[in-house]
């Protein structure tokens, strides 16, 4: 049998009424009348429906027919007609024609499914069986049977869909996409290395690439000026719902650039790949400091679809008689508030004190909340009467409260509390009061993050340990300077999800050296894990930058999937397992031996049979 002739099921329209066509696919669903068998057929192009009747089929192929059940692999010859009035199935784009068979040929049976893979109804109105009430991991035991499914096959196309326009843009903006290896030694990342044991090199390990940073640093060093790749990322971290062990970054690097050359190709990429889904977006995009996110919003990845901005209250306040922020002020820390505008009427008094100032805010970690609401132009609550007519005026005009909007307030001597609980609250209410836009997407970047962590002796990078610094002149083992350092990096945000982030990197070898030393690093443990890289430095490495793109998510985002599981073609489950492998998996004493994780130690006879002994 050969295929020359075949149709796409889902591109025949009516303008094909008469033509005979060959169409190849499986039965996604059949309707059988007695003489007249009515089927689905579906391939990756769409739908159509086929009409199998003894008027112009051989009675062989009308048994044949008889057979047919759900998913098997089938070939039809047939004609394409108009169908009759008031049997059209507006639920396919072929619903106005039909094709009738006069030949049929069975590629291959399916067994028994184990759920519906068909999403569309034989006739108008009648429902389908989904697969939201099967298990995920049944769906990912068979995913091939899975991927059948239109929907998530859809997911997959527009993925390829979106990288193609991604390589072609890059293409155009001289970028070269560049392979690097898989097997290598450790990128710090600040997770877990997946780690391959070496046959070759007994008792050696290559670790999986966290990310291809060093090596997309090294071709800068190399003169390749402008990099990218569609990369493999492996980390090894606590499970989340929406997080795989091996993910895809879209993963950047240029030469002699600066941030505002980031900023813009970055942003035609992100406003061409949300095109593909149908999603306007417009660029330039919003910038924030690190600072303004946290001190607004309470998070450094800011959800800027809705207001419910934090504004500080503290310098209205110094002088307060009312004791708990007295106290507050008295040990340093900071009075900050909510303006909740016009939800007055849905905020009840015992919600506000019942629910959130004694259960939802401890639970983020803060002591109390104080609550206020704006009736006949005056506030309103259990504390009022602590602050004075002056104080009330000036927490109004601060918050530009107006009648019928809720003020919530938190203080505490930490800073950092109240800005993490004032976000959380922020998320909490915005959520519960349905005020955040579903359709919109918002992109701003945030720059100038601290460049370090800094909890007491211990300090840990922000981003990794190649961002430059905004200044160089700082002494690594000076904590106090070293937590006051910002660095030359930036995140993209949208809609309170980072999807990337990179930086400006450190191409100056004494300055990379220095933060190592910032990191604690002893010399040996530089030069063990970091020397390939110094030495690299030394011989007239570019001033370069870059970026990477969570692919996974950003997909998922512009399809509107629930989780990123459904842009994957065989992703892990929640628990990083994979249902239709069954991998991770043991493997044999004899590979864990050759892979030199265990020492053969002899060997014996048991039940008549050679066993070889084996010891870690
Ligand atoms: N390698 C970084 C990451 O994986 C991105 C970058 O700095 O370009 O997050």
Same mark, same amino acid.
């Given at each position: 049998m050969t295929y020359t002739e075949r149709s796409g099921c889902g591109t025949?329209?009516?303008?094909? %009424?008469?033509s005979a066509v060959q169409l190849a696919g499986w039965v996604d669903a059949l309707r059988d009348h007695g003489d007249v068998l009515f089927i689905h057929l579906r391939d990756r192009s769409g739908i159509i429906q086929v009409v199998f009747s003894p008027k112009f089929m051989s009675p062989e192929d009308c048994t044949l027919a008889d057979s047919l059940r759900n998913e098997f692999c089938i070939c039809v010859t047939g004609r394409v007609i108009r169908r009759e009035?008031?049997?059209?199935?507006?639920?396919?784009?072929?619903?106005?024609i039909e094709v009738v068979a006069d030949t049929l040929v069975v590629l291959n049976r399916s067994r028994a499914?184990?759920?519906?893979?068909?999403? $569309?109804?034989?006739?108008?109105?009648a429902a389908v069986g989904g %697969?939201?009430?099967?298990?995920e991991d049944l769906r990912l035991k068979y995913r091939y049977l899975d991927l059948r499914r239109p929907t998530i096959q859809g997911n997959i196309i527009k993925r390829h869909k979106i990288n193609k326009c991604v390589r072609d843009y890059l293409d155009q903006q001289g970028f070269i996409e560049v392979e690097t290896p898989m097997l290598t030694k450790s990128t710090p990342e600040g997770a877990r290395d997946y780690l391959v044991p070496s046959r070759v090199h007994p008792k050696k390990f290559y670790a999986l690439p966290q990310s291809p940073q060093l090596f997309k640093q090294l071709l800068m060093v190399s003169g390749l000026e402008r990099y990218y790749q569609l990369a493999r990322c492996f980390r090894d971290e606590d499970l989340r719902p929406?997080? *795989?062990?091996e993910f895809t970054q879209l993963d950047m690097e240029a030469s002699f650039i600066d941030e505002e050359f980031i900023y813009h190709t970055t942003e035609e990429l992100i406003v061409r790949m949300f095109a593909v889904g149908g999603i306007a977006l417009s660029a330039p995009f919003p910038r924030m400091t690190w600072q303004e996110a946290i001190d607004t919003?309470?998070?450094?990845?800011?959800?800027?679809?809705?207001g419910l901005r934090l504004v500080e209250l503290t310098d209205v306040l110094t002088?307060?008689?009312?004791g708990i922020l007295q106290q507050v002020i008295k040990r340093g820390g900071i009075i900050k508030g909510i303006n909740i505008k016009g939800q007055s009427d849905r905020l009840s008094k015992n919600v506000l004190?019942?629910?959130?100032? $004694?259960k939802i805010v401890p639970s983020f970690g803060a002591k109390g909340m104080t609550w206020m609401r704006m009736t006949g132009g005056r506030l309103e609550s259990n504390?009022? *009467?602590?602050?004075s007519d002056e104080e009330q005026q000036a927490i109004i005009t601060r918050l530009g409260a107006h009648d019928g909007d809720v003020l919530v307030i938190i203080a505490d001597a930490s800073h950092a509390r109240v800005n993490k609980v004032l976000g959380m609250l922020r998320l909490h209410m915005a959520e519960r009061l349905d005020?955040?836009? +579903?359709e919109v997407h918002c992109p701003v970047w945030v720059t100038d993050f601290p460049l370090f962590e800094v909890h007491g002796k211990n300090v840990t990078s922000t981003h990794h340990p190649f961002t430059a610094p !905004?200044?160089? !002149?700082?002494?690594?083992? !000076?904590k106090g300077a070293l937590a006051a350092l910002k660095s030359r990096s930036y995140d993209i945000v949208i809609n309170g999800e980072e999807i990337g982030g990179g930086s400006i990197r450190i191409n100056n070898i004494d300055v990379q050296h220095k933060i190592f030393q910032a990191l604690g690093l002893a010399e040996d443990e530089i030069k063990d894990k970091f020397g390939f890289f110094l030495r690299s430095? +030394?011989?007239?490495?570019p001033p370069h930058g870059g970026l990477a793109i969570g692919m996974d998510r950003v997909v998922s985002m512009i399809l509107g999937t629930s989780s990123i599981r459904d842009v994957i073609a065989f992703p892990k489950n +929640?628990?990083?397992?994979?249902?239709?492998?069954?991998?991770?998996s043991a493997v044999s004493d004899k590979q864990l031996a050759e892979a030199g994780?265990?020492?053969?130690v002899g060997v014996g006879w048991v039940d008549g049979k050679k066993v070889v002994k084996f010891t870690p």
């Amino acid at each position: 049998m050969t295929y020359t002739e075949r149709s796409g099921c889902g591109t025949l329209a009516p303008s094909d %009424v008469g033509s005979a066509v060959q169409l190849a696919g499986w039965v996604d669903a059949l309707r059988d009348h007695g003489d007249v068998l009515f089927i689905h057929l579906r391939d990756r192009s769409g739908i159509i429906q086929v009409v199998f009747s003894p008027k112009f089929m051989s009675p062989e192929d009308c048994t044949l027919a008889d057979s047919l059940r759900n998913e098997f692999c089938i070939c039809v010859t047939g004609r394409v007609i108009r169908r009759e009035h008031n049997t059209e199935n507006p639920n396919i784009g072929t619903g106005v024609i039909e094709v009738v068979a006069d030949t049929l040929v069975v590629l291959n049976r399916s067994r028994a499914l184990p759920f519906s893979i068909s999403e $569309k109804a034989m006739v108008s109105g009648a429902a389908v069986g989904g %697969v939201e009430t099967v298990g995920e991991d049944l769906r990912l035991k068979y995913r091939y049977l899975d991927l059948r499914r239109p929907t998530i096959q859809g997911n997959i196309i527009k993925r390829h869909k979106i990288n193609k326009c991604v390589r072609d843009y890059l293409d155009q903006q001289g970028f070269i996409e560049v392979e690097t290896p898989m097997l290598t030694k450790s990128t710090p990342e600040g997770a877990r290395d997946y780690l391959v044991p070496s046959r070759v090199h007994p008792k050696k390990f290559y670790a999986l690439p966290q990310s291809p940073q060093l090596f997309k640093q090294l071709l800068m060093v190399s003169g390749l000026e402008r990099y990218y790749q569609l990369a493999r990322c492996f980390r090894d971290e606590d499970l989340r719902p929406n997080r *795989q062990p091996e993910f895809t970054q879209l993963d950047m690097e240029a030469s002699f650039i600066d941030e505002e050359f980031i900023y813009h190709t970055t942003e035609e990429l992100i406003v061409r790949m949300f095109a593909v889904g149908g999603i306007a977006l417009s660029a330039p995009f919003p910038r924030m400091t690190w600072q303004e996110a946290i001190d607004t919003t309470g998070s450094d990845s800011p959800d800027i679809r809705f207001g419910l901005r934090l504004v500080e209250l503290t310098d209205v306040l110094t002088n307060t008689s009312y004791g708990i922020l007295q106290q507050v002020i008295k040990r340093g820390g900071i009075i900050k508030g909510i303006n909740i505008k016009g939800q007055s009427d849905r905020l009840s008094k015992n919600v506000l004190q019942n629910e959130y100032a $004694k259960k939802i805010v401890p639970s983020f970690g803060a002591k109390g909340m104080t609550w206020m609401r704006m009736t006949g132009g005056r506030l309103e609550s259990n504390i009022v *009467q602590f602050f004075s007519d002056e104080e009330q005026q000036a927490i109004i005009t601060r918050l530009g409260a107006h009648d019928g909007d809720v003020l919530v307030i938190i203080a505490d001597a930490s800073h950092a509390r109240v800005n993490k609980v004032l976000g959380m609250l922020r998320l909490h209410m915005a959520e519960r009061l349905d005020l955040i836009p +579903r359709e919109v997407h918002c992109p701003v970047w945030v720059t100038d993050f601290p460049l370090f962590e800094v909890h007491g002796k211990n300090v840990t990078s922000t981003h990794h340990p190649f961002t430059a610094p !905004d200044r160089t !002149d700082f002494d690594p083992n !000076d904590k106090g300077a070293l937590a006051a350092l910002k660095s030359r990096s930036y995140d993209i945000v949208i809609n309170g999800e980072e999807i990337g982030g990179g930086s400006i990197r450190i191409n100056n070898i004494d300055v990379q050296h220095k933060i190592f030393q910032a990191l604690g690093l002893a010399e040996d443990e530089i030069k063990d894990k970091f020397g390939f890289f110094l030495r690299s430095l +030394r011989y007239g490495a570019p001033p370069h930058g870059g970026l990477a793109i969570g692919m996974d998510r950003v997909v998922s985002m512009i399809l509107g999937t629930s989780s990123i599981r459904d842009v994957i073609a065989f992703p892990k489950n +929640r628990s990083a397992f994979c249902p239709l492998t069954e991998a991770p998996s043991a493997v044999s004493d004899k590979q864990l031996a050759e892979a030199g994780l265990l020492e053969a130690v002899g060997v014996g006879w048991v039940d008549g049979k050679k066993v070889v002994k084996f010891t870690p």
